[in-house]
């Protein structure tokens, strides 16, 4: 766990002021779909022409770029009049003319305490500018591969941590894009370890991460000039322990009036969490200023500071990090579930008990997997379960006995059948979401395709065992599988993923 004094920090910002991280007031309104802002007209213009134009005003004033590679930036949250311009040379970093396939909002929750991260996937979010659609297949992905990510859509009605940072992204990114809004609502370090362990799969060159922070709140400006740059340069040092060591030693200095050093902290010290281990990456301090330099009032303060993460190539994470590795013997293990449970319960209709003692922690892990039963080669049955929801061997129990009766291309498994079929696995990766069908690999990419509600896949296999060219595979996923047509994988939105296949 982190230290009581990080604690007391992390709590102590819920009450802020107008130019920190100031809460506004309840709409007193029942949730709906979308997210609609709650400090337009209070911490940024309400209307359009007026928001545009104050935006322009600070990126005209804003830090140029300064590092290429950038995927992610930390950016304050507080009113435009105080923090917009620092905010602005944040964004200003970003490449504006890239495509993002998704953008990641993450902040710390103002208003709730809770255990673990809340990622918003009950629809969009809305600003003066516009529509912000936000990725509710990732989003529903991540709320379902681990119980660290929930779905309370209450925790982001009230908080501005993530609606402030929208409008920059709309104004400076050229094409659309989505997100995924994330709130942290806990102190614990193995708990923002987890929700770093969730993230970094999408930690790659085609995504971007917006850290939503303030810095210090409430010492007199001299003193914040200090404090800041402190804790920037161990946020620099890509570590969070030094980090956490910082802003413990802030606190150990007695500043007056100082309540809390970042607070954003548990947001940052999980970004952390996701690059502490990457080779050639830099963080970078791009500009800094703090609400006494526009209020005038140097008595008490809040900092801000715009910082980059950068890397020295083009960015991308080793694949070989989110392959999911299992021994001989965790498919013999695997095997004998689905073969056991099988033959049970097309006998006696019964599901055996399964000692899970010898089990490695690995097939005790949630993870999505298939179940593909044949006979002389030809396909009796196969049904899978994408979300990793469930333990792995479970996963294996539940789809031997769908893929054995509830495959509705083929009638239940007989039990005169069962020495006849043999049985096959594909244990899933997690997905990859792709622009353009140049990144599928025939034999090695399984697809996943959805529109409008409609979805289809294929396992890597399928390619391989039908000889069908990538044209051939899309398009018989898109009109035999997902009912959208030979040609709707061309508009629909593309996943890939790997299997480790095996069998009997």
């Not at 104050?54 to 830090?63: H, I, P, Q």
């Not at 800041?228 to 500043?255: V, W």
């Not at 947001?267 to 990457?278: G, H, K, P, S």
């Not at 715009?306 to 021994?327: G, N, P, R, Y």
């Amino acid at each position: 766990m982190f230290n009581n004094k990080i604690l007391l920090i992390i709590m102590l910002h819920i009450l802020l002021s107008a130019f920190g991280c100031s809460s506004q007031n309840d709409t007193g309104k029942t949730p709906s779909v979308d997210r609609y802002p709650v400090v337009a007209g209070q911490f940024y213009p309400s209307g359009k022409e007026e928001l545009t134009k104050t935006l322009k005003s600070f990126f005209d004033k804003a830090m140029p770029k300064s590092s290429q590679n950038v995927f992610a930036v930390i950016s304050p949250h507080a009113g435009y009049i105080y923090s917009g311009q620092v905010a602005a040379s944040a964004f200003n970093q970003i490449d504006p003319d890239k495509e993002y396939e998704t953008v990641f909002v993450i902040g710390a929750s103002h208003r709730y305490s809770f255990d673990g991260a809340s990622v918003y996937n009950k629809g969009n979010f809305i600003t003066p500018l516009g529509t912000v659609d936000v990725d509710t297949v990732l989003a529903n992905k991540l709320v379902n591969s681990d119980k660290v990510f929930q779905q309370n859509a209450d925790y982001h009605l009230p908080d501005h941590c993530i609606e402030v940072q929208l409008p920059f992204l709309q104004y400076h990114l050229k094409k659309k894009f989505k997100i995924v809004p994330i709130l942290i609502g806990t102190s614990s370090q193995d708990l923002c370890k987890k929700i770093a362990k969730g993230l970094k799969p999408y930690l790659n060159d085609k995504n971007l991460f917006i850290i939503s922070s303030d810095f210090s709140h409430y010492p007199k400006s001299s003193d914040a000039v200090l404090n800041d740059k402190a804790t920037a340069d161990a946020i620099a040092k890509n570590s969070p322990i030094e980090l956490i060591k910082a802003i413990n030693s802030n606190f150990d200095k007695k500043i007056p009036k100082l309540e809390t050093s970042l607070c954003g902290f548990n947001a940052v010290v999980t970004m952390l969490y996701i690059t502490e281990n990457l080779k050639d990456i830099s963080i970078v301090p791009v500009e800094y200023k703090n609400s006494g330099d526009v209020s005038k009032d140097s008595s008490s303060v809040v900092g801000y500071w715009a910082m980059a993460f950068t890397s020295k190539e083009k960015f991308k994470t080793d694949e070989k990090e989110t392959d999911f590795l299992l021994s001989e013997k965790d498919k013999s293990d695997l095997l004998k579930i689905a073969r056991s449970t099988l033959n049970s319960y097309i006998r006696d209709g019964k599901i055996p008990k399964i000692d899970t003692s010898d089990f490695s922690k690995i097939i005790k892990q949630n993870c999505g997997a298939f179940v593909t039963l044949k006979i002389n080669g030809e396909l009796r049955g196969c049904i899978g379960q994408f979300m990793p929801e469930k333990p792995l061997y479970k996963v294996v129990c539940d789809m031997a006995i769908s893929s054995s009766t509830q495959d509705t291309r083929f009638n239940r498994v007989k039990p005169d059948e069962l020495k006849k079929i043999s049985i096959e696995i594909s244990v899933l990766s997690p997905f990859k979401k792709i622009s353009s069908s140049d990144e599928i690999t025939l034999g090695k990419h399984g697809i996943y395709m959805v529109k409008n509600g409609y979805s289809g896949t294929f396992l890597p296999q399928v390619a391989t065992e039908t000889g069908w060219t990538k044209d051939e595979f899309l398009g018989h996923c898109a009109r035999d599988k997902a009912g959208i047509g030979w040609e709707g994988w061309k508009t629909a939105d593309l996943y890939t993923y790997t299997a480790v296949v095996f069998g009997e």
